[in-house]
């Protein structure tokens, strides 16, 4: 997850000063773990120490990627703080489970500052206000307004629970994962092709989902309705747990829903078919075919696969889709209700399943980017989509980790002042995860500078 610096262009150099590194943030072959604790004190178990305060606050002083986060919140190509960052809502849940609303920093060193005095165990993002959130006791309720902020969508596997058979609650593993593949793949798509955004960046949210930010400036002025409008488009999956069929799609699909089609097509066998064993097990088995709105077509296939239910699952599948030709066949009037089924029993075990209120309400709350969750130990890290197949939910970082990772290097790259400076981040495996944010905030400030660039050529003008 390098970046490729062979295709750097003039733009990237001008805002690579804006990462630069100062002597506070560098550390070479002095261990700042090791002054505290030494590595081999920190072998326990990652989630019972998620949440040490002590871990925390070495991993927001040597870890968290400071610069580039500032850069990112902040949405200017200067250093200097600007109404972004400064009116924006942070939230600090602490370790013993306080929860600390409506914060907010002038600067940099101030947010790091208190980033290593309190040692949240979780960091929330809020939205960008017309004031400083700080501040709101200042002001009447109805003069303290949410101006902005990212679109964001949350994708929970526990919202997977009805149809996944390899796990459940907060358990996820590589197989039920690849319904969190799926997901960004169809949403990506969507977000950037039919309503023009480009700079989305999806992160783990460290235990069982994902999370996807959108930093355009055209997302970050959407209002609420706007906001709905776009989840509306995006929704497919509607109703209960105790509905059967969820996907009632018409015959003609629209363009965005045939491109996620062709998504679900290369993956459908491997979910259904192999990971969830959906057609091996009458109690799996039988959710499907309450899909199917025939009786008729219910009951035979329903005698047919328990006199074979070790029958080969993608040959259940084309039995699925042969009885409901042959019901049709039979019937031509049933043509309306069945002939488009098992389409949509594939888009209803494969589509993303998406959190409405975390999209549709500015001031929601979403858990930031590069917080260590508390149950599990690992940072909640992004997610390239170019890779997305590759990523494994288990394989992100843990403070731990993190350390040993650091020693290692240290015991292998001796101190001299000809080395290159490197923050402790750059000598772990947080490295490419941190290059792929950095790529994201860059693109962001290339549209600030080009902005700019433009504002300045038509003052001129006059």
């Not at 700042?32 to 030494?38: D, S, V």
């Not at 120490?49 to 991993?59: C, G």
């Not at 940099?108 to 165990?121: G, H, I, K, N, V």
Request: glycine share 4%.
């Amino acid at each position: 997850m390098d970046i490729d610096t062979n295709n750097k262009t003039s733009a990237d150099d001008e805002l690579d000063h804006l990462f630069d590194m100062d002597d506070s943030d560098v550390f070479r072959a002095d261990n700042p773990w090791a002054r505290t604790a030494p590595v081999n004190s920190l072998s326990a178990n990652a989630s019972d120490l998620a949440d040490s305060p002590l871990l925390l606050k070495l991993f927001y002083q040597h870890f968290f990627p400071m610069k580039p986060y500032f850069q990112w919140l902040n949405y200017d190509t200067s250093p200097t703080p600007s109404r972004s960052f400064m009116n924006r809502e942070f939230c600090f849940t602490l370790h013993d489970d306080t929860y600390i609303r409506f914060q907010s920093y002038k600067t940099m060193d101030e947010f790091r500052q208190e980033l290593t005095r309190l040692c949240p165990a979780k960091i929330d993002l809020g939205a960008i206000y017309n004031i400083r959130p700080k501040d709101k006791s200042m002001v009447r309720p109805a003069a303290f307004i949410p101006v902005s902020k990212e679109l964001v969508f949350d994708i929970d596997m526990t919202d997977y629970d009805e149809i996944r058979t390899c796990c459940s609650g907060g358990s996820v593993c590589t197989k039920c994962w690849e319904f969190m593949t799926v997901a960004m793949k169809i949403i990506d798509a969507a977000l950037k092709d039919d309503f023009g955004f480009k700079h989305l960046l999806w992160v783990y949210s460290g235990r069982r989902g994902i999370h996807c930010w959108i930093g355009d400036e055209r997302a970050r002025k959407l209002n609420n309705e706007q906001r709905k409008s776009i989840v509306s488009y995006l929704e497919v999956i509607k109703g209960g747990t105790q509905q059967g069929r969820k996907v009632k799609l018409p015959s003609t699909l629209h363009p965005s829903l045939s491109r996620s089609y062709e998504i679900i097509g290369q993956h459908f066998p491997s979910i259904v078919f192999d990971s969830q064993d959906v057609l091996t097990e009458p109690e799996n088995w039988e959710k499907v075919l309450a899909i199917i709105p025939d009786d008729g077509v219910q009951a035979s296939l329903r005698s047919e696969w328990e006199k074979s239910p070790t029958r080969d699952p993608s040959k259940k599948w084309e039995d699925l889709k042969d009885a409901i030709g042959s019901a049709i066949a039979a019937a031509p009037k049933k043509r309306q209700t069945l002939e488009h089924v098992p389409r949509d029993i594939m888009f209803q075990y494969t589509y993303p399943r998406l959190d409405e209120k975390v999209s549709t309400n500015i001031n929601h709350l979403l858990k930031s980017p590069f917080c260590v969750h508390p149950k599990t130990g690992r940072v909640c890290v992004p997610i390239p989509i170019e890779t997305c197949e590759e990523f494994d939910p288990s394989s992100p970082p843990t403070i731990p980790l993190l350390a040993r990772e650091l020693d290692e290097y240290d015991a292998k790259h001796s101190s001299s002042e000809s080395e290159p400076k490197l923050q402790a981040w750059q000598k772990t495996s947080l490295r490419g995860h941190v290059e792929v944010f950095e790529r994201f905030v860059k693109g962001i400030l290339k549209d600030v500078a080009e902005k700019k660039k433009s504002e300045s050529s038509k003052s001129l003008d006059f």
